[in-house]
């Protein structure tokens, strides 16, 4: 069976990687690992959710009114009758996958909504949908991009133009914060993503520390599909993220201002530069202390699990894991850091400009 | 240890494994010249290049009686330029906010501190994530604030706001995540836990209780820094119309709020989609269909994550708007008639 081959020889090599991602003291033992993609990624069968019930001491799949028997055994999931399941529907049976998360999921989306209109109805449902807006682009529109050949992270500074293009007229509407907003928010995303390059470049990472990038790797050299560069799609992962910080800065500055400018007409443009500098100054202060608690939440897992492997100080300093870690956080710093003197200054310059006209 | 190559020769017959002789420049052995081998792949991303004269990181362990047993290649050299860069953030950080970096720096330098040789170690210990995270929260926000803003009615505000919200959505966390039936173990990095667990020497940790402390650890700063922005609002408009009253303060902060919130969405789930884009990738490659893809673990796990961390930042900016009303309009209100 080739395909099964395949799998086999992919979670020896995902094995490996996963132990020493840098080099190898000595050829490893072969340590089973799978990525979950790999175990039941087909698109040939049937996915359905639906709930277990127990019919005469045996399990029963019921979904969309019907009624399947089902093969029980799954490692990852403890049937009991009421679950809400994930089965894939094979000749009439029910093989049980994984839990069923969507519903918990949805709610979430929907309390979450109703959160932001409560809080601002108007601009929040603007954002709202700005945001469904940007996942689309991101994982429809800029994903099947990179699939058909595109440059991903080229493609990615496009991408994040657009969206916070987007993001900031919708957010801020026709008045005068948008265009201020959207250079600063410009500037600092071309910023971001140079720091980026230049960082990695430098320090000669590519990401390859990270499980998803190795998947990547293999996969698209062995089935001959874009992204051929696993790791320049690791660099337009740290682009796209670093956008939400820089569009977030980009989009206090100018709002404040305009708020403070309208509540006083005959400010002077420096005064206003001054504000606006003065803003930005607590937005970076606490800003760059709460990216770096963001990374960290985010890659707690890795960093307790790599830990185990760090010896001392200058292991960690030359460790890639920790270098890849770095280049988000330092990229996302200095773009935002760089966003508040250009929104400052867009915004005192468009903002004085307009007054004096009328 | 850096080591710096002195020559190396191919030593199997297709080239798979390079016979290599380093200077060792740092540590125990600095000055002694080592021999390692460096492993070479099929696949060249995986392999560290090296021709004479550039650095590598080697590991050298030591025999009982201190003489060199085996040296390593544990990849390319990076600490000097890591610290060039981190010099270069910090002059960027002076030229822009001034001599207020110089308190940022402190802060940033004291969270670091702690996370490393605090944090990181009682989790290792087993110690309960959730009180470990939340006692981490209280000691670094506090620092944090004290050192960025000052013991002042601004701090004082977002200290206020920052707090209540955190707890607030923790709850809600602890109930999705249950419903969602996030174990935690499908998170990257948790296997290489669970294998340090088994060859022993380490505690057993509880991956559910790690992922909330992550999801509430994520979130912290961000809570602090919206909080920080809208007090900081209310604070400047306060400066420039000092006869507005405190629900008019009130609104506006909280309309400022809702516009940070409006993009801070966009920020925090960017910060996930741009982690999770191999991913994503990934699935597109192998072609799983949508439903099965969005109940994985992995998967909705990042989903709950990042919304997870939203709330945090819905609840913050009405009470922190609020506080910094009360604070700075209230009382002077309550005077006047």
């Known amino acids: ?358 | 240890m850096t080591g710096r190559l002195i020559k190396s020769s191919p030593s199997s017959a297709n080239h798979q494994i390079e016979e290599t002789e380093f200077l060792v420049l740092s540590g125990r052995s600095g000055g002694a010249v080592v021999h390692a081998r460096n492993y070479l792949w099929d696949d060249p991303a995986y392999n560290t290049v090296l021709r004479p004269g550039d650095k590598a990181t080697l590991k050298i362990d030591y025999g009982i009686s201190g003489e060199i047993e085996r040296v390593a290649i544990k990849g390319y050299s990076r600490g000097r330029r890591l610290i060039f860069f981190l010099a270069a953030f910090i002059l960027l950080l002076f030229a822009v906010i001034g001599r207020r970096a110089a308190s940022v720096l402190a802060a940033m330098t004291f969270n670091i501190f702690i996370f490393i040789s605090a944090f990181v170690p009682v989790l290792k210990s087993g110690f309960n994530p959730v009180a470990a995270v939340f006692l981490f929260s209280v000691i670094s926000a506090g620092v944090t604030l004290i050192l960025i803003t000052g013991l002042s009615k601004k701090s004082a505000a977002a200290a206020a706001g920052t707090a209540g919200s955190i707890i607030l959505a923790s709850l809600l966390a602890f109930v999705f995540l249950k419903a969602a039936h996030i174990s935690g173990f499908y998170s990257e990095g948790a296997r290489r836990i669970t294998a340090m667990t088994r060859a022993g020497g380490i505690a057993e940790m509880d991956f559910f209780l790690l992922t909330s402390a992550a999801i509430m650890l994520a979130a912290l700063g961000m809570a602090v820094d919206v909080s920080v922005g809208v007090a900081s609002f209310v604070q400047e408009l306060h400066d420039e119309r000092s006869d507005m009253s405190a629900i008019q303060l009130c609104r506006r902060g909280i309309s400022v709020g809702g516009d940070m919130l409006a993009t801070m969405i966009n920020s925090l789930i960017f910060v996930f989609a741009g982690a999770s884009l191999p991913l994503v990738l990934n699935a597109r490659i192998s072609r799983v269909p949508f439903l099965r893809f969005i109940n994985y673990e992995v998967v909705s796990g990042i989903a709950l994550h990042s919304l997870l961390a939203s709330f945090i930042l819905i609840f913050t900016i009405p009470s922190t708007a609020a506080a910094a009303a009360y604070l700075f309009a209230g009382r002077e209100k309550r005077r006047r008639p």
Request: glycine share 8%; net charge positive; charged share 15%.
């Open chain 1, 1 to 358: 069976m080739p395909f099964e081959m395949r799998k086999i020889l992919l979670c020896v090599l995902l094995g490996a990687c996963a132990v020493f991602a840098d080099s190898w003291s000595e050829k490893p033992d072969i340590d089973f690992y799978a990525h979950p993609f790999v175990e039941d990624a087909d698109d040939l069968h049937e996915y359905r959710t639906g709930r277990v019930t127990s019919e005469n001491e045996e399990f029963v799949f019921s979904s969309r009114g019907k009624k399947y028997p089902m093969d029980s055994y799954n490692f990852r999931v403890q049937l009991f009758a009421g679950e809400r399941v994930l089965c894939v529907i094979e000749d009439g049976r029910a093989g049980v996958l994984d839990y069923d998360r969507t519903r918990p999921l949805a709610l979430l989306i929907f309390l979450f909504a109703l959160g932001v209109i409560a809080l601002k109805a108007v601009s929040g449902a603007r954002a709202l949908a700005a945001l469904f807006f940007a996942l689309l682009a991101v994982f429809a529109v800029y994903v099947t991009a990179v699939l058909k050949g595109a440059p991903p992270a080229a493609s990615a500074l496009l991408l994040c133009f657009i969206i916070s293009l987007v993001t900031l007229y919708a957010v801020c509407g026709k008045g005068r914060k948008a265009p201020s907003a959207l250079a600063g928010a410009v500037f600092g995303i071309f910023s971001a993503a140079l720091t980026a390059y230049i960082f990695l470049a430098a320090l000669k990472t590519r990401g390859f520390s990270d499980e998803n990038i190795q998947l990547l790797n293999y996969l698209s050299r062995t089935l001959q599909i874009a992204p051929r560069d696993a790791g320049s799609v690791f660099l337009a992962g740290i682009i796209i993220a670093a956008t939400g910080v820089i569009m977030d800065v980009a989009i206090t500055i100018s709002s404040s201002l305009s708020s403070i400018q309208s509540a006083n007409p005959a400010i002077s443009r420096a005064k206003l530069f001054r504000r606006g500098m003065n803003i930005g100054g607590d937005v970076i202060a606490s800003m760059s202390g709460s990216l770096l608690f963001a990374y960290a939440g985010g890659a707690l897992f890795l960093i307790l699990s790599r830990s185990f492997f760090t010896y001392s100080a200058s292991f960690l300093l030359n460790a890639e894991w920790f270098a890849a870690l770095i280049a988000g956080i330092f990229a996302g710093t200095c773009g935002m850091i760089l966003t508040v003197p250009a929104t400052a200054a867009a915004s005192a310059f468009l903002l004085t400009r307009k007054r004096g006209r009328p």
